[in-house]
């Protein structure tokens, strides 16, 4: 078990509203990374981070922000969402050795 | 961005055979992770590799970091159903541009008959 929680597991949205998943590792990591996966695409990174409010952007940034103002947590906001945006998305933590440890995943529908 | 090809992209073996598949890459990793997922979770790390040449297992899977450092493969041996799943490559860029990231394949649904 790698500490990382994500939050909520399943959300139903409808477009055009802000939506925040939450993201929260109890092992003081500092690079937290956020994915979505979709059939065909596999894992695309969205953002990531390499400490507290220290963010870039991935291949798949947009309409997409990301915020960190402490070590534990790393939120992912979709502004206005769309459909483009129904999809499971996953938040890992690196350690140290380079590997990744994934959450469980929010699976999120936007209709 | 940068792409793992990873293959097969799906598989039907029966129960007991063996299995094999891999992933290559026009650039150098430095690392290569090998994860299995399984339906409505996120992917489990199997093992990882960090050095050119290296072979490694863990149980009946056993992995290899391509001596050319762009390609690594993962054999499953003596398949039984709890293996189903999809199986992902990912890699991390030598140290440079990108190197916080790491690249995935598309992924290796596999299914076994019993």
């Known amino acids: 078990d790698a500490g990382i929680t994500q939050s909520p597991r399943h959300k139903v949205t409808e477009t055009g509203t802000p939506v925040t998943l939450r993201c929260h590792q109890t092992e003081n990591h500092r690079y937290m990374y956020w994915y979505r996966q979709d059939p065909g695409h596999g894992l695309r990174l969205i953002h990531y981070?390499?400490?507290?409010?220290?963010?870039d952007k991935g291949e798949v940034s947009d309409g997409y922000s990301v915020s960190r103002s402490k070590t534990e947590d790393f939120l992912l906001t979709l502004e206005s969402a769309t459909s483009s945006q129904t999809s499971v998305y996953f938040c890992a933590i690196k350690y140290n050795t380079g590997e990744l440890f994934f959450g469980e995943g929010s699976r999120l529908t936007v209709l | 961005g940068q792409q793992l090809n990873q293959s097969p992209q799906s598989m039907f073996i029966q129960e007991g055979e063996d299995v094999s598949m891999n992933c290559t890459s026009s650039s150098i990793f430095n690392t290569w992770l090998w994860y299995k997922q399984d339906p409505g979770e996120g992917p489990v790390l199997l093992i990882a590799?960090?050095?050119?040449?290296e072979l490694t297992s863990n149980g009946r899977l056993t992995a290899q970091f391509g001596i050319t450092r762009k390609d690594s493969f993962l054999n499953i041996s003596a398949s039984i159903p709890s293996d189903v799943g999809i199986y992902f490559c990912a890699g991390q860029l030598f140290p440079g541009a990108g190197s916080y990231q790491l690249t995935f394949g598309k992924g290796t649904k596999l299914s076994v008959i019993p």
């Open positions: 981070s390499y400490g507290v409010k220290d963010t």
């Open positions: 590799l960090y050095k050119a040449g």
